[in-house]
């Protein structure tokens, strides 16, 4: 039986060892601290469409594979997306295609929702996920199938070795082209709004977890030298959030923090994350921005078939691409109008 080791139990390594244990590979997850430490145990928990073109079958296949955790695992909202006046069109070609793979998306002007004006935006219907629970059932359904999580270094033989450790990739390899920045995250409570806001102008995200509390967030990237000041919170940045959301939504200002929280990501030099071979029987996959819960599920699949040989290495993924450092974070989230092939 092929032997696997898979380094790091956040969402790509968790979904990882839990598809490749399904096909019947021997997997052990090693974790140096406990399954979701990093960033996947923080996120605000969007499972987005607002990627670019050629990533959306990879959240649409996300989307599936998280599904088939539970059903309740999954909830809908219709999402405001309010994008760059030079990013229109490209959101629009986004939305021909949701539309055509029956996820709910369309253009609306000069519509009310729950005392939001906007002018002219994008409703989409897009999840949110139970965090705790899709991270609770992927830990038990490795190890029903036989997986272990491990922490400590074993030096067993092992036919191949994924890399998923987020942020700590560099200290485990010596990779080009990967920046470490902080992702931050604010509870708020008020009146709150139903809806999920995606604003691209202001640059800020919004979403409710009920009619009392939401979780804010923004587009302000901090480039980190090392993964643990990721988890240093800004906690006055919730402030200047609320001021951006009360130029859409008046209630806003009588919002009130209750708590702030953070966590490391890892972007590339192109905003499009790393998947794929690194080396004989090595393989990487990171580099997912502020959006690795919605794409880790989808490209651990990618990975398993680039392993198997049942795709090519796509060269927009390749982890060897970069020659070169940067020392801007792009997100995948700003790449909506190049679609890389
Ligand atoms: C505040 C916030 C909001 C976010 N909101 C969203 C959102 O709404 N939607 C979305 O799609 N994404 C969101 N994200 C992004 C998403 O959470 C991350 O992209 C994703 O969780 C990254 O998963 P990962 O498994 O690659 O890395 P991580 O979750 O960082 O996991 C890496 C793991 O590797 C372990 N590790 C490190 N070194 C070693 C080693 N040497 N050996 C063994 N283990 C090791 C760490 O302990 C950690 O558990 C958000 C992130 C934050 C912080």
């Known amino acids: ?34 399954p979701g430490f990093g960033a ?47 990013e229109f069109n490209c959101a629009l070609d986004i939305v021909n295609y949701l539309s055509k793979n029956n996820i709910k998306a369309k253009v609306v002007y000069n519509k009310e929702f729950d005392s939001i004006f906007v002018k002219q935006g994008i409703i989409i219907s897009q999840p949110t996920i139970d965090i705790g629970k899709a991270l609770n059932i992927l830990i038990k359904r490795i190890e ?5 999580i491990i922490n400590n270094d074993q030096k067993n033989d092992y036919d191949i070795v994924i890399y998923a450790n987020g942020p700590w990739i560099q200290d485990s390899l010596n990779l080009n082209g990967l920046v470490k920045y902080k992702c931050q995250a604010h509870s708020v409570e008020g009146k709150q709004i139903n809806s999920i806001i995606e604003d691209d102008i202001n640059e ?28 240093i919170v800004d906690s006055n940045e919730v402030y200047k959030i609320l001021e951006k959301i009360s130029y859409d939504y008046k209630e806003a200002l009588n919002m009130y923090p209750v708590n702030s929280w953070s966590a490391p990501c890892i972007t590339t030099c192109d905003g499009y994350p790393i998947v794929g071979r690194i080396g004989k029987n090595q393989y990487v996959l990171s580099g997912l921005n502020g959006a690795g819960l919605t794409l880790s599920a989808g490209l651990s699949d990618l990975l398993i078939k680039i392993i198997e040989g049942k795709v090519e290495q796509p060269k927009y993924l390749d982890p060897l691409r970069f020659n070169d450092n940067c020392n801007e974070a792009l997100e995948i989230f700003d790449n909506i109008c190049i679609n890389k092939k």
């Open 40 to 86: 996947s145990s923080k996120a605000a928990g969007i499972l987005s469409f607002q990627v670019p073109k050629n990533m959306i079958d990879i959240s649409l296949k996300s989307m599936e594979l998280y599904r088939s955790l539970g059903d309740d695992i999954l909830y809908w909202h219709d999402s405001i997306w309010l994008p760059k006046s030079d």
């Open 204 to 231: 800020y995200y919004y979403v409710p977890e009920s009619n009392k509390r939401a979780i804010i967030g923004n587009g302000k990237r901090i480039i980190l030298s090392k993964p643990e000041d990721g988890f």
């Open 1 to 34: 039986m092929t032997k696997v080791k898979i380094i790091g139990a956040g969402f790509s390594g968790l979904w990882t060892a839990y598809l490749m244990a399904k096909k019947g590979y021997n997997v052990e997850l090693e974790e140096i601290n406990y």
């Open 144 to 148: 029903d199938l036989n997986g272990k």
